[in-house]
T-cell receptor, first 113, second 118 residues
Framework: QQQVKQSPQSLIVQKGGISIINCAYE??????FPWYQQFPGKGPALLIA?????SEKKEGRFTISFNKSAKQFSLHIMDSQPGDSATYFC????????????FGTGTRLLVSP | SAVISQKPSRDICQRGTSLTIQCQVD?????MFWYRQQPGQSLTLIAT?????????ESGFVIDKFPISRPNLTFSTLTVSNMSPEDSSIYLC???????????????FGPGTRLTVL
């Protein structure tokens, strides 16, 4: 019940296209859903995060869509660029008591020029 | 956010030895975390290290293997003891800070320590 399932495992998108990464969770006590971006040889960087009382959050080209009833959330990268090529991790936690982050398995995104 | 540094950035060690990884933060933080990321894999929490209390270890991780110190609000160490090739991973520290806009605490990661055990 602590798992966060992430798909796809890898994704190839053409420059200018939309990248979509999906995550699903079981634990309804989760109330904080961040996305991290990790480049090779670097630590994960917090990209964007959402709370379950909001259905969508947009920051620049990055959008989180959240479906509480389906227990799913997704990351959309609009106008994908080669510089977006990285591994993306979704995560979840019971943030009010600052419980640990449970990470998805990661999606390796390659944006072709 | 916070500026987090780790030392060493990478190391190659012999089986049976121990390595201590340092994590330094540029501001005082209560919550620090240590994660392991095996090659090409996701992140797994090893332990939570809050200043002033004993570290709390996750299932599958024990203090004898991964002793942690947290002497003050800006520094922590993780030791990987009696290493074997299976300990070859990236070890990451992270800190919890009040979020900038979401109203929740957010977690920020250091650059990681890449450990290879021969």
């Amino acid at each position: 019940q602590q798992q966060v399932k992430q798909s796809p495992q890898s994704l190839i998108v053409q420059k200018g296209g939309i990248s979509i990464i999906n995550c699903a969770y079981e634990n309804t006590a989760f109330d904080y859903f961040p996305w991290y971006q990790q480049f090779p040889g670097k630590g994960p960087a917090l990209l964007i995060a959402i709370r379950p009382d909001v259905s969508e959050k947009k920051e620049g080209r990055f959008t989180i869509s959240f479906n509480k009833s389906a227990k799913q959330f997704s990351l959309h990268i609009m106008d994908s660029q080669p510089g977006d090529s990285a591994t993306y991790f979704c995560a979840a936690s019971m943030n009010r008591s600052f419980q640990k982050l449970v990470f998805g398995t990661g999606t390796r995104l390659l944006v072709s020029p | 956010s916070a500026v987090i540094s780790q030392k060493p950035s990478r190391d190659i060690c012999q089986r049976g030895t121990s390595l201590t990884i340092q994590c330094q933060v540029d501001s005082q933080v209560t919550m620090m975390f240590w994660y392991r990321q095996q090659p090409g894999q996701s992140l797994t929490l090893i332990a939570t290290a809050n200043q002033g209390s004993e570290a709390t270890y996750e299932s599958g991780f024990v203090i004898d293997k991964f002793p942690i110190s947290r002497p003050n609000l800006t520094f922590s160490t993780l030791t990987v003891s009696n290493m074997s090739p299976e300990d070859s991973s990236i070890y990451l520290c992270s800190v919890g800070l009040p979020g900038s806009g979401i109203g929740y605490n957010e977690q920020f990661f250091g650059p990681g320590t890449r450990l290879t055990v021969l």
